[in-house]
């Protein structure tokens, strides 16, 4: 019985996610060796000379504490994966070590000729009683692992050998009827063993070798019932070499609700069962390319009848199978509508303003180039005309800033690289021509606004406005555990630590005070944060913080 339990659990164990049944099953190889040498050790098989009966005795002792505290182990490791390995040499070298120690005669006696029993032994039965009930204590707290009758036939089977073990406490002679009924307590529990691990295994092998796969069955069944997505899966029908319907395999509820139907309307239908009026089934030629490349494919499809918006998302399970996952997005659909009328409206009321106001600006600065020509021209009305000149300069930035921030998150965001955006920048603009770029950003992308240029036209405007005497920029990243750090820097005068905790502020340099801040709003729309870290008198050094998945070298 003990072979036949360890063959199972050995040409199972690639299979078996369960270290309790490996831990059993392992055990048990090595208990039945030391049960065998047990058996052969007694006087009349003529195996061992020159021992007496306290040979066999001691090897009952050893396979009966390898026993229980096997059991007593094994429930530790229900939802551990154990080394197979690790764990048979472990079981060979205790084995190993018991057997050396009985015939070394170095293990305690337990039977003497003519007094019966040692203290050893008595004691040792008790133990090993206890350590079985300890170890039925431990099953009953894992009996979500079993089945209610493999449970009970392991209770049965840890009881059986209790009872062994007590009626091993009290004989005179190894022949006598206490050691009679102990043998056959012992082989009733083999048995219950043998029923619960062995004849359930063949019978019912997911109840007792692969229980945990059972059990993540039945979840992810309750989580493909209750998922708010619908999910249906399809055998993809073939004519020839050609793909013409498919097949529903299975579908959730909440597809068949979609439809207006039940699951056992759908399941077992083909797809132009189901949708009749149709010339084709739907989704045919997405279904068809999952299965040509292995790869998902996600699209969005509009039902007209029901006036239903759909993401669907679709994907192989091997062979001619494929899964889909279609989400109800109707709701999402008609206020992302809205939002863009919305946008669209607003969008036009701003430019129509901005054109009013670029008109009257236009005519405030005619009106001071008139003014300078019909009043005297002196310091001081020149004073008062340069005040003039500089407010609506003011009015004529914000309106600018107006336009640009109007644009921030008006398209996706997509991958941008740095280095082609400042070449451009520079070879676009007169102003930047005579920048020397040291470029050291190689091959980075980082997914961004498609306002990003303005970012960097922004950075160098900055440096040439209030640098003074820059020269040189240069462009690095460092890879951190974060995501990266995108570094431009530029050989100017650097600014004050007091200028460093402002400059991403709002209107903070008068005329022109909104760069910074549009440039720190553009990149916080990609969780891209930026912070200036140069010193004064060393130059502006503004850092780019992108998060991970946010970057990339191509």
Known sequence: IAGVICVITWNSRDKIDNGFLICIGIAFFFIGSIDLLHTLAFKGMNIFTGYDADLPTQLWIAARYLEAVTFLIAPFLFVRRVNVGITFWGFLLVTASLVTLIFSGYFPACYIEGSGLTMFKIVSEYVICLILLGAMVLLSQKKAYFSSDILFLLYGALLATICSELAFTSYISVYGPANYLGHIFKIVSFALIYQAIVVTGFQRPFEILFRNLSHSEKKYRALFENMDEGVAVVDLIKQG?????????????????????????????????????????????????????????????????????????????????????????????????????????????????????????????????????????????????????????????????????????????????????????????????????EDSLESLEIFADMMLPKVFANLMDNSIRHGKT?????????????????????????????????????????????????????????????????????????????????????
Request: glycine share 8%; aromatic share 10%; net charge negative.
């Open 241 to 437: 070499d050609e793909i013409v319907d498919y097949r529903f395999i299975d579908v959730n509820s909440r597809y068949a609700s979609m439809m207006g139907r039940t699951p056992g309307d759908v399941i077992g239908k083909k797809g132009t069962e189901i949708y009749e009026h149709a010339a084709s089934p739907p989704h045919l030629q997405h279904f068809r390319s999952v299965v040509a490349t292995g790869e998902p494919d996600s699209f969005y499809a509009y039902y007209k009848p029901e006036m239903k918006h759909y993401a669907i998302s679709a994907f192989t399970l091997g062979n001619s199978l494929v899964a889909a996952v279609v989400g109800d997005i109707t709701a999402l659909k008609i206020s992302e509508d809205a939002l863009i009328r919305a946008n669209k409206k607003l969008k036009l009321l701003t430019q129509v303003t901005r054109h009013d106001i670029n008109n009257d600006l236009s005519l405030a600065y005619a009106s001071i180039d008139l003014l300078k020509g019909v009043i005297p021209d002196t310091p001081e009305t020149n004073e008062y005309l340069g005040y003039l000149r500089e407010s609506i300069d003011a009015i004529n930035s914000k309106i600018g800033f107006t336009r640009n921030y109007e644009q921030m998150g008006s398209q996706k965001p997509y991958w941008q690289s740095v280095s082609s955006i400042v070449r451009n920048i520079r070879k676009d603009d007169p102003r930047f021509s005579s920048l020397k770029i």
């Open 470 to 554: 820059v020269s040189t920029i240069s462009l690095s990243y460092q890879v951190t555990g974060n995501g990266c750090r995108v570094i431009y820097e530029d050989d100017g005068v650097g600014m004050s630590e007091e200028s460093k905790a402002r400059i991403f502020e709002p209107g903070y340099r008068k005329t022109h005070g909104f760069g910074l801040f549009l440039i720190r709003e553009i990149l916080l729309l990609t969780g891209i944060e930026i912070t200036e870290e140069g010193g004064e008198g060393a130059g502006a050094k503004f850092v780019l913080h992108v998060p991970q998945g946010g970057y990339r070298i191509v």
